[in-house]
């Protein structure tokens, strides 16, 4: 994969360094962190590294006006926790400017899909035929196997796995450690709890705990 020269990275938090590790570990060159927070601009993300030279109405006006930031670089890596806020974001800056970034240690098989705006951490493993979703993050260590369709804005946490053939719906967060067998298909805004073991269906805005999984809460209280 080619990616471009130079980044910024739209998130000065922890996920931010990753994501501008990643960045580096392909080649690329991080121009400068956006926030989301006026204030923070100026401020030292990286002890010697790059700091936020812009904040998001900015880069929002360089996109659209096309006007030159200090340094302005050539694409936009999503560093954001948040699912919908990371959709929200590749919707306005649109998937051109936000390629996936995957880590040279991740391993993807060719016959995998992945979507724009998504980072894949080192480690990861993403296996034939899965296809996964725009604004993804799949963590470091995660293992996202053979058929699986992973939705928009999902988050699949570090060494946390889905077996073969399952689905899991947009903005869902499958927590660390956590285990979903084949086949399964997980809803919607569903949160997978860190070390559960999801054995049957979840629908959409579950929260599921504990092995085997059971539901602690439901967001739309069906």
């Known amino acids: ?101 995957i880590h040279p240690s991740a391993v993807i098989s060719p016959s995998a899909t992945i979507g724009p705006g998504t980072v894949v951490l080192p480690g990861a493993i993403v296996n034939a035929s899965a296809v996964v979703g725009r604004a993804v993050i799949i963590n470091s260590g995660a293992v996202v196997e053979h058929d699986c369709q992973i939705g928009d804005g999902v988050h699949i946490s570090p060494n946390a796995t889905v077996c073969g053939s399952v689905s899991v719906g947009a903005l869902s967060w499958i927590g660390a450690g956590s285990t979903v067998i084949q086949g399964i298909r997980v809803g919607h805004e569903v949160i997978v709890g860190a070390g559960a073991v999801v054995i049957r269906t979840v629908a959409d805005g579950i929260t599921i705990v504990g092995n085997p999984g059971r539901i602690l809460h439901n967001k739309f209280n069906y």
């Open 1 to 101: 994969m080619i990616y471009p020269r130079t980044f910024y990275v739209f998130g000065g938090g922890g996920h931010g360094k990753v994501v501008a590790d990643i960045i580096r570990a392909v080649g690329g060159e991080i121009a400068g962190y956006v926030e989301r927070d006026q204030s923070k601009l100026g401020v030292i993300v990286e002890p010697g590294g790059a700091t936020v030279v812009a904040f998001q109405d900015d880069l929002l006006e360089f996109l659209e006006r096309r006007h030159r930031l200090p340094g302005a670089a050539e694409a936009v890596a999503l560093a954001v926790g948040a699912g919908q806020a990371r959709l929200e974001l590749l919707e306005t800056i649109g998937d051109a400017l936000c390629p996936a970034l």
